[in-house]
Nanobody, 125 residues
Framework: QVQLVESGGGLVQAGGSLRLSCAAS????????MGWFRQAPGKEREFVAR????????YYADSVKGRFAISRDDAKNTVYLQMNNLKPEDTALYYC??????????????????WGQGTQVTVSS
Protein backbone atom coordinates (compact mmCIF):
# COMPACT_ATOMS: atom_id res chain seq x y z
CA GLN A 1 0.00 0.00 0.00
CA VAL A 2 1.24 3.48 -0.87
CA GLN A 3 -0.11 6.72 0.53
CA LEU A 4 0.47 9.94 -1.36
CA VAL A 5 0.19 13.49 -0.06
CA GLU A 6 0.49 16.47 -2.40
CA SER A 7 1.47 20.00 -1.42
CA GLY A 8 2.62 23.23 -3.00
CA GLY A 9 -0.49 24.38 -4.81
CA GLY A 10 -1.77 27.94 -4.62
CA LEU A 11 -2.78 31.06 -6.47
CA VAL A 12 -0.29 32.54 -8.93
CA GLN A 13 -0.40 35.09 -11.72
CA ALA A 14 0.05 34.07 -15.32
CA GLY A 15 3.74 33.71 -16.12
CA GLY A 16 4.56 32.70 -12.57
CA SER A 17 5.91 29.46 -11.16
CA LEU A 18 4.98 26.85 -8.59
CA ARG A 19 6.59 23.64 -7.42
CA LEU A 20 4.33 20.80 -6.37
CA SER A 21 5.56 18.04 -4.09
CA CYS A 22 4.18 14.58 -3.47
CA ALA A 23 5.38 12.66 -0.42
CA ALA A 24 4.92 8.91 -0.53
CA SER A 25 4.85 6.33 2.22
CA UNK A 26 6.34 2.88 1.85
CA UNK A 27 9.75 1.33 1.42
CA UNK A 28 9.52 0.56 -2.27
CA UNK A 29 9.00 4.07 -3.61
CA UNK A 30 11.96 3.80 -5.98
CA UNK A 31 10.36 0.87 -7.78
CA UNK A 32 7.21 2.82 -8.70
CA UNK A 33 6.70 5.03 -11.66
CA MET A 34 5.14 8.32 -10.56
CA GLY A 35 2.79 10.57 -12.42
CA TRP A 36 1.05 13.92 -12.18
CA PHE A 37 -2.47 14.40 -13.47
CA ARG A 38 -4.86 17.33 -13.32
CA GLN A 39 -8.57 17.89 -13.45
CA ALA A 40 -10.27 21.18 -14.22
CA PRO A 41 -13.93 21.80 -13.32
CA GLY A 42 -16.24 20.03 -15.73
CA LYS A 43 -13.40 18.20 -17.45
CA GLU A 44 -11.92 14.74 -17.26
CA ARG A 45 -8.72 14.04 -15.38
CA GLU A 46 -5.80 14.31 -17.77
CA PHE A 47 -2.18 13.23 -17.85
CA VAL A 48 0.47 15.87 -17.17
CA ALA A 49 3.82 14.12 -16.59
CA ARG A 50 5.37 10.80 -15.67
CA UNK A 51 8.75 9.66 -14.38
CA UNK A 52 9.75 6.02 -14.25
CA UNK A 53 11.61 4.52 -11.32
CA UNK A 54 15.26 3.38 -11.26
CA UNK A 55 15.73 4.52 -14.86
CA UNK A 56 13.97 7.90 -14.61
CA UNK A 57 12.74 8.45 -18.11
CA UNK A 58 10.19 11.25 -18.26
CA TYR A 59 7.09 11.89 -20.35
CA TYR A 60 4.99 15.05 -20.72
CA ALA A 61 1.69 16.10 -22.14
CA ASP A 62 2.17 18.32 -25.18
CA SER A 63 0.40 21.17 -23.39
CA VAL A 64 3.11 21.39 -20.72
CA LYS A 65 6.29 20.43 -22.60
CA GLY A 66 9.01 23.00 -22.12
CA ARG A 67 7.22 24.58 -19.13
CA PHE A 68 6.86 21.76 -16.58
CA ALA A 69 9.52 19.40 -15.23
CA ILE A 70 8.97 16.26 -13.20
CA SER A 71 11.68 14.90 -10.92
CA ARG A 72 12.04 12.53 -8.00
CA ASP A 73 14.17 12.14 -4.89
CA ASP A 74 14.02 8.49 -3.87
CA ALA A 75 15.91 9.19 -0.65
CA LYS A 76 13.04 11.43 0.40
CA ASN A 77 10.25 9.36 -1.15
CA THR A 78 9.14 12.49 -2.97
CA VAL A 79 8.24 13.43 -6.51
CA TYR A 80 8.12 17.03 -7.71
CA LEU A 81 6.48 18.99 -10.48
CA GLN A 82 8.16 22.29 -11.29
CA MET A 83 5.72 24.46 -13.21
CA ASN A 84 7.00 27.55 -14.99
CA ASN A 85 5.34 30.11 -17.23
CA LEU A 86 1.95 29.15 -15.89
CA LYS A 87 -1.15 29.95 -17.90
CA PRO A 88 -4.79 30.34 -16.84
CA GLU A 89 -5.57 27.07 -18.62
CA ASP A 90 -3.26 25.28 -16.17
CA THR A 91 -5.81 25.96 -13.44
CA ALA A 92 -6.88 22.59 -12.02
CA LEU A 93 -6.71 20.20 -9.13
CA TYR A 94 -3.37 18.42 -9.48
CA TYR A 95 -3.03 14.79 -8.43
CA CYS A 96 -0.01 12.65 -7.78
CA UNK A 97 -0.25 8.95 -8.68
CA UNK A 98 1.88 5.81 -8.38
CA UNK A 99 2.11 3.03 -10.94
CA UNK A 100 3.41 -0.37 -9.82
CA UNK A 101 4.14 -1.29 -13.43
CA UNK A 102 7.39 0.62 -13.66
CA UNK A 103 8.65 1.37 -17.13
CA UNK A 104 6.89 2.02 -20.39
CA UNK A 105 4.73 4.86 -21.54
CA UNK A 106 1.68 4.53 -19.34
CA UNK A 107 -0.28 7.74 -19.47
CA UNK A 108 -3.85 6.71 -18.68
CA UNK A 109 -5.66 7.34 -15.42
CA UNK A 110 -6.69 3.70 -15.09
CA UNK A 111 -3.09 2.48 -15.27
CA UNK A 112 -2.15 4.02 -11.92
CA UNK A 113 -2.68 2.16 -8.69
CA UNK A 114 -2.52 4.81 -5.96
CA TRP A 115 -3.67 8.42 -5.84
CA GLY A 116 -3.30 11.42 -3.59
CA GLN A 117 -6.09 13.80 -2.62
CA GLY A 118 -4.92 16.59 -4.89
CA THR A 119 -3.64 20.14 -4.53
CA GLN A 120 -5.32 23.13 -6.15
CA VAL A 121 -3.46 25.31 -8.63
CA THR A 122 -5.14 28.54 -9.73
CA VAL A 123 -3.55 30.79 -12.32
CA SER A 124 -5.00 34.28 -12.70
CA SER A 125 -4.77 36.26 -15.91
Amino acid sequence: QVQLVESGGGLVQAGGSLRLSCAASGRTFSSYAMGWFRQAPGKEREFVARINGRNPITYYADSVKGRFAISRDDAKNTVYLQMNNLKPEDTALYYCAADQANGGTRLKVGQYDYWGQGTQVTVSS
